[in-house]
């Protein structure tokens, strides 16, 4: 369990990250999303005791990351970049961080084998690509058998192969009964493997839903229907209450309350379908009615340049 | 390069906290930091190469002071002293050794790791600082007893020297070189930088002593004999200029917690 109480982190005037207040539940996988700069990462630093809190605090099972003894114990953390010297082997790198609290030797063999790298241990950091070096932070957070795994973009970088790993992995380590957050801007790859959602927008906290529950509230669902008789079965479907509108092909599109009395309807009255589809509720569609009004970094269609003046 | 990569789910169940006591950290930070330094490569060059260089330069003064001395120069000293000039190359290289503990982790990225597995940043630095004292020591004396002999088959009678003479010189030198590495292990804590660690310690062990007497204030060339390059002369070379040993390890001592004390309150108040 991770327990964020007022987190705050202020840069002069700016609030990176402000009066946050969330509970990180165990056996789940917790999603953590927000636009470019929200703060996710700097709210990840500050649980894991890299960057100071302004005000409030940050605690994992029940203690501040630096009271931890044996941290890798409890808590292992996939952070961006680069986490060791590149002239160091990988066993070698992931020996030292073993010796450091006090795990057994035989934990680096084991991790590298879980990560994929086993045939690569003796190869040194700085001849690793993007994806090797992010599956060897993994197998640094695995380590030390931990609780709790605090992942930041840890997709990044990796190949299809490797996100469809990961995302096993993830719900594994959850199914466990581990506590599980991890920070993604790929929102479909979220809604795959996140169970709960935590959204932040320019530091503050604005969804901490169950996925299913943010799914239904934010995201409208609609059915497209093709069939022979399109005027007078649109015309039943509104009598029922949904609004449809026709489609180029002819399709009908359907939105409102009752989809799931459409083939009921139909049978009912005699028409015949030859397609019923719902689409699926979109984390893209929620997520930008969440966050869309509120982003920092706000693009702009790009205009023809300016004349100098 | 997906093909190479086959994959297995843990399915331990969870593991316990840990029930070592805290006493076990320090250790633990210690063996961290060994492993990290004798993991990469550039340690080993830089102390091969500074070894090399010291005996090769024993080796060439033992020589040339036979060769004076057989041509009725004056040039007859303990072949201690003739080993020690040439403990520049080494200690260059041991200081090197010691900026890049740091820097080469900011530049890295593998800070973040440390401080992960140890996030006492009082402890991190302490840790790497006994690391590399240790190191300093051993490699220190090894090559203070190693060129004392080289020097002294090559300058022959020209070298003679006592037992007291090479425990001054060899005790002298581990310590110069722990206690300047430690300083320098703190500056580059604090300054993170490579380029400027470096050159913050070229000013304060080698330029201020030949900078400051220019100014012609007594007080600034007074000053020279209490930077560390003047501490450290006296500790190799046993001198009683212009203080004793005694003195010279307590200034040398103080410059190395001067440069723990700034490198702990940087690591200490900065974001990582």
């Known amino acids: 369990m991770i327990e964020l ?98 795990l057994a030797r035989g934990r680096v063999p084991a991790v590298l084998e879980t990560v994929g790298l ?43 192969d490797g996100v469809l790993w990961i995302r096993g992995l993830m719900r594994s380590l959850a199914a466990q ?18 169970d709960h959602l935590v959204i932040i927008t320019r530091g503050r906290l604005v969804a901490d839903e169950p996925m299913t529950t943010l799914l239904a509230k934010r995201s409208a669902r609609a059915a497209t229907i093709r069939t022979p008789q399109a005027p007078a079965f649109a ?31 139909a049978f009912e009255h005699g028409h015949q379908l030859d397609e019923l589809s719902f689409r699926r509720p979109s984390l893209e ?21 300016k004349e100098p003046t | 390069m997906s093909s190479t990569h086959t994959t297995t789910t843990p399915n331990r169940l969870l593991g316990p906290p840990s029930e070592r006591g805290r006493a076990h950290r320090w250790g633990s930070a210690i063996a961290f930091e060994w492993t990290k330094l004798t993991g990469v490569r550039s ?17 060439l003064i033992g020589a040339s002071a036979r060769a004076s001395g057989e041509n009725g120069f004056e040039t007859a000293a303990p072949a201690p002293l003739f080993a020690v000039q040439t403990i520049s190359f080494t200690q260059v290289a041991v200081l090197l050794v010691a900026v890049f503990a740091f820097t080469a982790e900011y530049s890295s990225g593998s800070i973040r790791t440390t401080l992960l597995s140890v996030p006492g940043r009082g402890r991190v ?82 330029a201020l002593s030949s900078v400051l007497p220019i100014f012609g204030q007594d007080w600034l060339t007074d000053l020279v004999k209490y930077l560390p390059g003047t501490a450290a002369g006296v500790l190799v070379t046993n001198a009683a200029d ?8 307590a200034v040398l001592a103080g410059w190395a917690g001067a440069g723990l004390g700034v490198g702990y309150l940087a690591l200490r108040y900065r974001d990582i």
Do not use: C
């Not at chain 1, 690793?128 to 840890?154: H, K, N």
């Not at chain 1, 009964?177 to 996140?194: I, K, N, P, Y």
């Not at chain 1, 180029?248 to 799931?260: K, N, Q, W, Y």
């Open chain 1, 5 to 102: 109480d007022g987190l705050t982190k202020a840069y002069g005037p700016k609030k990176a990250v402000d009066n946050l207040t969330v509970n990180i539940q165990p056996g789940k996988v917790t999603g953590f999303l927000g636009p470019n700069g929200a703060g996710k990462s700097t709210t990840m630093r500050m649980v894991l005791g890299l960057d100071r809190t302004t005000a409030g605090r940050a605690r994992i099972t029940g203690r501040r990351y630096v009271d931890l003894v044996d941290p890798l114990r409890t808590v292992g953390a996939v952070l961006d970049g680069r986490a060791g010297h590149p002239g160091q082997s990988a066993r070698s790198h992931l020996l030292g961080i073993a010796r450091s609290n006090g």
């Open chain 1, 118 to 160: 086993g045939a690569v241990g003796n190869k040194r950091l700085g001849t690793f690509s993007l994806g090797m070096t992010q599956r060897l932070g993994i197998a640094a957070a695995l380590l030390g058998d931990p609780a709790v795994l605090l992942l930041d973009e840890p997709v990044n970088g990796l190949d299809p």
């Open chain 1, 177 to 194: 009964g581990r506590t599980v957050l991890v920070s993604s801007h790929l929102l479909s790859e979220m809604q795959d493997t996140a």
């Open chain 1, 235 to 265: 015309a039943v479907l509104e009598r029922a209450g949904m609004s449809v509108t026709t489609g180029a092909d002819p399709a009908l599109h359907v939105t409102g309350e009752g989809l799931e009395e459409i083939g009921a309807l």
């Open chain 1, 285 to 305: 569609e929620a997520y930008l009615d969440l966050t869309g009004a509120d982003l920092e970094y706000t693009s702009r269609p790009v205009g023809s340049p």
């Open chain 2, 43 to 59: 340690t080993l060059w830089l102390v091969v190469t500074g070894t090399l260089l010291t005996l090769g330069g024993t080796l």
């Open chain 2, 125 to 206: 630095l302490i840790a790497k600082s006994v690391v590399l004292a240790a190191m300093s020591v051993v490699i220190g004396s090894a090559l203070v007893l190693l060129g004392t002999l080289t020097a002294a088959a090559a300058a022959a009678e020209y070298g003679t020297f006592t037992g007291p003479q090479l425990g001054h010189a060899v005790l002298g030198t581990a310590a110069s070189l722990a206690l300047t590495s430690v300083f320098v292990l703190g500056i580059a804590a604090a300054l993170r930088s490579t380029a400027g660690t470096i050159l913050t310690m070229f000013v304060v062990l080698y």
């Open chain 2, 242 to 249: 212009p203080y004793g040993w005694a003195t010279a390890l």
